[in-house]
């Protein structure tokens, strides 16, 4: 992680990590100690049969906490807060991409976030443009139901967006205990009691919803309904504002699907 020679040359090794941030940084370390740039980083739930030598990559916080005070110090605090939303994107092999472009900045310091378009940003640039979308979207299609005092609603984003969603809700429904699963990355935003928490959740099944929460969806519906303007009715236009893969966890539009 010094100097402005290169780091690090590709290698034949494929390198298996735990598949956390930790984890992640740790492969930065070893990329960087050992000069070896692996041909793939995969997780146990990712991993594909190889020719090539795996290599193990234990987690270790030292190591960790090396690498992530090195991006600031080294590149800029801007960057390292792209590397942790990136981590966090549906970016195919988020992984290598992310490491290509540390080792890059590493060489060309801050200056690397203006180099739009070169091979190792612009991937990781356009991952976090696509979650900050996703996470906008969401902010205004997640639908809440009450389930006996607690609100609930399920979403399947393709980006692992909780995380970004926690402040907006926590404040809006800042008296209420809520719960937003979502179903792609099988984990749970829980607000209760004043607190905040990220919990995994394979499954869940929501209890029959009361006559009350009936009627109010049923009212939302028909809010949705009535101040729609027939003569500007565009469906094109709409699919465009709100993407249909988002509809099946939306009241007024799942039952349009």
């Known amino acids: 992680m010094h100097g402005k020679q290169p780091l690090a040359q590709p290698a034949n090794v494929v390198f298996l990590y735990d598949g956390s941030f930790e984890g992640f940084l740790c492969c930065v370390y070893h990329t960087v100690y050992s000069r070896q740039i692996p041909l793939a980083i995969y997780t146990p739930e990712n991993t594909q049969p ?52 540390l080792l890059l900045g590493y060489q060309q310091g801050s200056k690397i976030l203006h180099m739009l378009g070169h091979p190792d940003v612009a991937p990781v640039l356009k991952a976090e443009q696509h979650l900050q979308g996703e996470r906008h979207l969401l902010l205004g ?12 609603a399920t ?12 402040s907006h809700f926590t404040a809006r429904f800042s008296q209420e205990d809520f719960l937003i ?27 029959d919803v009361s006559e009350t929460e009936t009627e109010y969806r049923k009212l939302w519906k028909q809010f949705y309904h009535t101040i729609a303007i027939e ?7 709409r699919i465009t504002h709100i993407p249909k893969r988002y509809w099946q966890n939306m009241t007024e539009l799942a039952e349009l699907l």
Do not use: W
């Open 155 to 166: 979403i399947t984003p393709k980006n692992f967006i909780l995380p970004f969603l926690a």
């Open 50 to 101: 190889t020719l090539f030598e795996e290599r193990s990559i234990t987690t270790d916080s030292a190591q960790a906490q090396k690498v992530r005070a090195s991006i600031p110090a080294k590149i800029s605090p801007a960057a390292l807060e792209m590397v942790e939303t990136v981590f966090l994107s549906c970016l195919a092999e988020k992984e290598l991409a992310l490491l290509k472009f």
């Open 141 to 152: 299609f997640v639908r809440f139901s009450d389930y006996g005092g607690v609100l609930a």
């Open 181 to 207: 699963y979502d179903k792609t990355h099988k984990a749970a935003l829980i607000y209760q009691n004043g607190q905040t928490r990220l919990a995994p959740l394979e499954e869940i099944e929501f209890p």
């Open 231 to 237: 003569a500007r009715y565009n469906p094109k236009c």
